[in-house]
């Protein structure tokens, strides 16, 4: 792998606004440019009266300060992440995302709502995509009218993740089955249903 970069917040549990992160492989650091000049990425961090002049490693793709509390959350989810080993969050997450599938097939199909990400779970990440042609709707009487906070995709996507860490397998199974109950009563017709920025 020569390039990465990656989120915090969901993956390690850090929240809104946690650092991200990036990786470089070691022979491709020295050709790269960040286009945000910072001072935690300059050689000397506190010259500011000369041009320029980035760290040789990885820490030219530095900008600014860190947020501390950011970082503190980070380690709190990196340390929860090595403790329960990445092979068996997978596992869970694989597990779990097949359960939203399954009960999706069985019992919401009937509703109009199909299974809209890869049945492979090798394609698939720790969430599912739910098609419905009223998913705004659906998606804010979930958050209004049942405690179930998912993401809307436009144009037609229920987005369900599930956090391996800490989402059971009830909250699942609690979470198909209240999105079936606001479908099958129509909860979704009863919400404001003007876009928002944020589902």
Same mark, same amino acid.
């Not at 199974?173 to 109950?181: E, I, N, Q, V, Y």
């Not at 606001?182 to 920025?197: F, H, K, S, Y």
């Given at each position: ?6 989120? !915090? ?49 990885? $820490? ?13 959350? =980070? ?5 929860? !992440? ?32 199909? =299974? ?20 705004? !709707? ?29 989402? $059971? ?13 606001? =479908? ?13 920025? =944020?589902?």
């Amino acid at each position: 792998m020569q390039f990465a970069v990656g989120c !915090t917040y969901k993956y390690l549990n850090a929240g809104p606004g946690a650092p991200a992160f990036l990786y470089v492989a070691h022979e491709r650091q020295a050709a790269l440019r960040s286009p945000i000049w910072g001072w935690f990425g300059q050689r000397e961090q506190f010259s500011m009266e000369r041009s320029y002049d980035p760290e040789d490693g990885i $820490r030219r793709f530095l900008a600014g300060t860190p947020p501390i509390l950011g970082l503190a959350a =980070v380690q709190a989810g990196v340390v929860l !992440t090595a403790e329960a080993g990445v092979d068996a969050i997978r596992a869970k997450s694989v597990a779990q995302t097949e359960l939203i599938i399954a009960l999706a097939d069985d019992r919401l199909r009937a509703l109009g709502v199909a =299974v809209g990400s890869p049945r492979d779970a090798a394609a698939r990440g720790s969430h599912v995509a739910l098609r419905h042609p009223e998913a705004w !709707t659906i998606c804010r009487a979930l958050i209004e009218r049942a405690g179930v906070v998912p993401d809307f995709r436009g144009p037609d996507i229920i987005r369900l993740g599930v956090a391996p860490l800490y989402t $059971r397998f009830t909250d699942v199974w609690d979470a198909l089955d209240r999105l079936r109950g606001i =479908v099958e009563r129509g909860e979704q017709q009863l919400v404001n249903a003007t876009p928002g920025r =944020v589902t």
